[in-house]
């Protein structure tokens, strides 16, 4: 059983479309993250929701917004969307006072 | 702005010997340190983590911390083909402070 999953695990779209990229989590943990992984294997982090608030927020641009219905869930919708997009995004999840975080398989956004 | 520096490499060693990877982090608030491994294609998964200054033992997998320098280091002996990854250095401070990643040092283990 996927404990971190997320569809699609491809995404190919053109240039100026919106796109939405879901994610879900069935253990338990309080806190998902969204992160971006570059052609050059950098993991950078977008979004932080604990409990369904939005924590951490960082520099990314507002085309891209984090939507948690609940705690067991994270999308991502991405409106515009342009050729520096194209990367690998993450979701992973984390709990207090376990180590380290658990990540999803990723999503190949490619724009084109 | 906190920063996590690794070195790209590739790092390059015959198997059997010991890779050495290194890590810097410059938020001296911070307080937990991890190890993830990445294949190629692959998401990131935990393979080592470390709180307090010394050495932690796992298996063929040893983490280094030196928080005075900054300095977070990960050895892994007897190294074997199927180590070939890249190998991130991440650090967090307190709280809910999210994870920062290192850019991943890539380990090619020759047989």
């Known amino acids: 059983d996927t404990a971190v999953s997320q569809t699609p695990k491809y995404l190919v779209t053109q240039m100026g479309n919106d796109k939405s990229i879901k994610c879900e989590q069935n253990?338990?943990?309080?806190?998902m993250y969204w992160y971006k992984q570059d052609s050059k294997k950098f993991l950078k982090i977008m979004f932080s929701?604990?409990?369904?608030?939005?924590?951490i927020n960082e520099t990314v641009p507002n085309r891209f917004s984090p939507k948690s219905p609940d705690k067991a869930h994270l999308n991502l919708h991405i409106n515009s969307l342009e050729l520096g997009d194209s990367a690998v995004y993450f979701c992973a999840s984390s709990q207090a006072g376990v180590a380290g975080y658990t990540f999803g398989s990723g999503t190949r956004l490619t724009v084109v | 702005q906190k920063e996590v520096e690794q070195n790209s490499g590739p790092l390059s060693v015959p198997e059997g010997a010991i890779a050495s990877l290194n890590c810097t982090y410059s938020?001296?608030?911070?307080?937990?340190f991890f190890w993830y491994r990445q294949y190629s294609g692959k998401s990131p998964e935990l393979i080592m983590f470390?709180?307090?200054?010394g050495d932690k033992e796992d298996g063929r997998f040893t983490a280094q911390l030196n928080k005075a320098s900054q300095y977070v280091s990960l050895l892994i002996r007897d190294s074997q083909p199927s180590d070939s990854a890249t190998y991130l250095c991440?650090?967090?401070?307190?709280?809910?402070?999210?994870?920062?990643f290192g850019k991943g040092t890539r380990l090619s283990v020759i047989a």
């Open positions: 991440a650090v967090s401070g307190s709280g809910n402070t999210p994870l920062v």
């Open positions: 938020d001296r608030g911070s307080q937990s």
């Open positions: 929701y604990n409990n369904k608030e939005l924590i």
């Open positions: 470390i709180y307090s200054n």
């Open positions: 253990l338990g943990h309080d806190t």
